[in-house]
């Protein structure tokens, strides 16, 4: 479970007590309910790379899983630098994720693959197969899971911004 606290942006009214913050469950009903995210790398350079994904939120793991062809340029920039961000699709209701991304472990593919299953069911020919299926796509792919080392939390209004910014972070191995 995170630590929570508030993200150093006074200048934006954000106070320093903690009352008001929002809970963590809050991040992840938002990360679980969301359909497509926004996923940027880093390339050995520099460049930044934005671009969205599909993913899962895996609760039980506390981290977030994609895939995406073993070809695609987050695939290069992760083996140059495995420090992304992952955000929700919602501007409003802001969840961003800073942390690295690792190869999924075994362990983690049946998460990931039943995930999946649930959350894209309707696209056409997605689910066929069920999580055997799922599992030979995966692994077909690079796929990885998003280790957070520190999260934001936001609600995009006049109202709310302020009082609701909260920051979470995690203790690194």
Known sequence: MPRISRPDMADYGVPEELDGTLPWSWAEQRMAASRNFWLVTVNAAGRPHSM?????????RERFGFSCAKSARKVRNIAANPRVVVTNDDAVHVVSIEGRAVDLEPDGELTLAEGYLHKYADEPGFADGGVDAMIEFLRANATYEVIPERAFGMIETPEEFGAAATRWTWDQP
């Open 52 to 60: 969205p994904v599909w993913g899962v939120w895996m609760p039980e």
